[in-house]
C-alpha cells in the first residue's frame, strides 16, 4: 500500500539550533514528494519538491530536505530555527491510486520553536 | 499572482442544513481539488477536477457532497443535508496539471461548524 509517515506528532526545538521533521515514504516507481507548512487557520503552504536530481533539495524560507531512496525518506532540516517556524508541517507524495496521480498525506508534525 | 480564494472562511449551521464553498484557483491552472481536513489530521481528498471534467470522487460522500466547475474554472462544493461529522475546514487547491510532479496550491479554507 502507497502510504506516508511521519512519525513524529511534535518537534520542540530551541530558536537557533538545527530542526529535523522527519518522512518516510511508501510507493510504486519513482517518488515525487513534497513538504507543505500550514500556520494557524491558514491554507497550506508549499514549501519544497523532489522530483528528479539532487538528493538535497532547498526551498522557501531557508528549509531544505534531503532525499534518500535506500531508507525511503524525505527528512526536512533547517541549519536555525525561528521561532516563527512553528507551525504544522506536512509530508506527501504523488501515488497512483484509482487511476489518477493523488497526493498522499501525512498525518502532520507539529513543530514548536521555543525562545 | 494571485492565489487560491475560497468563501466563506466561516460557516456554522445546523445539522440538516445545507451549505455551499466557492473556489476560484489559479489563474490558468487546469486541476482542481476539494480536501477536507479534520482538526490533526492531514488532508483528504474529496474530488479532482481536470479542467471542468471528474478525475477522481471516489472519497465524495456522494448521497450528500455535490461539486461542479462550470467552465473549468471557479467551482463549488456543497453539502446537504449536513452532518455533525462534517465539520471540519474545507480547503480548495489548483495545480497547472494533475501531473506526477506538480505541486498544488491551496486557499485559505474554509471552517465549517455543524451544531
Known amino acids: 500500500a502507497q502510504s506516508v509517515a511521519q512519525p513524529e506528532d511534535q518537534v520542540n526545538v530551541a530558536e537557533g539550533n538545527p530542526l529535523t521533521v522527519k518522512c518516510t515514504y511508501s510507493v510504486s516507481g519513482n517518488p515525487y514528494l513534497f513538504w507543505y507548512v500550514q500556520y494557524p487557520n491558514r491554507g497550506l503552504q508549499f514549501l519544497l519538491k523532489y522530483i528528479t536530481g539532487d538528493n538535497l533539495v532547498k526551498g522557501s524560507y531557508g528549509f531544505e530536505a534531503e532525499f534518500n531512496k535506500s531508507q525511503t525518506s524525505f527528512h526536512l532540516k533547517k541549519p536555525s530555527a525561528l521561532v516563527s517556524d512553528s507551525a504544522l508541517y506536512f509530508c506527501?507524495?504523488?501515488?497512483?491510486?484509482?487511476?489518477?496521480?493523488?497526493?498522499?498525506w501525512g498525518a502532520g508534525t507539529k513543530l514548536i520553536i521555543k525562545p | 499572482e494571485a492565489g487560491v480564494a475560497q468563501s466563506p472562511r466561516y460557516k456554522i449551521i445546523e445539522k440538516r442544513q445545507s451549505v455551499a464553498f466557492w473556489c476560484n484557483p489559479i489563474?490558468?491552472?487546469?486541476?482542481l481539488y476539494w480536501y477536507q481536513q479534520i482538526l490533526g489530521q492531514g488532508p483528504k481528498l474529496l474530488i479532482q477536477?481536470?479542467?471542468?471534467?471528474?478525475?477522481?470522487d471516489s472519497q465524495l460522500p456522494k448521497d450528500r457532497f455535490s461539486a461542479e466547475r462550470l467552465k473549468g474554472v471557479d467551482s463549488t462544493l456543497k453539502i446537504q443535508p449536513a452532518k455533525l461529522e462534517d465539520s471540519a475546514v474545507y480547503l480548495c487547491?489548483?495545480?497547472?496539471?494533475?501531473?506526477?510532479?506538480?505541486?498544488?496550491?491551496f486557499g485559505q479554507g474554509t471552517r465549517l461548524t455543524v451544531v
Open positions: 506527501a507524495v504523488r501515488g497512483f491510486m484509482d487511476s489518477n496521480y493523488q497526493l498522499i
Open positions: 477536477f481536470q479542467n471542468n471534467g471528474v478525475v477522481d
Open positions: 489563474s490558468g491552472h487546469a486541476t
Open positions: 487547491a489548483s495545480s497547472l496539471s494533475g501531473g506526477r510532479n506538480t505541486e498544488a496550491f
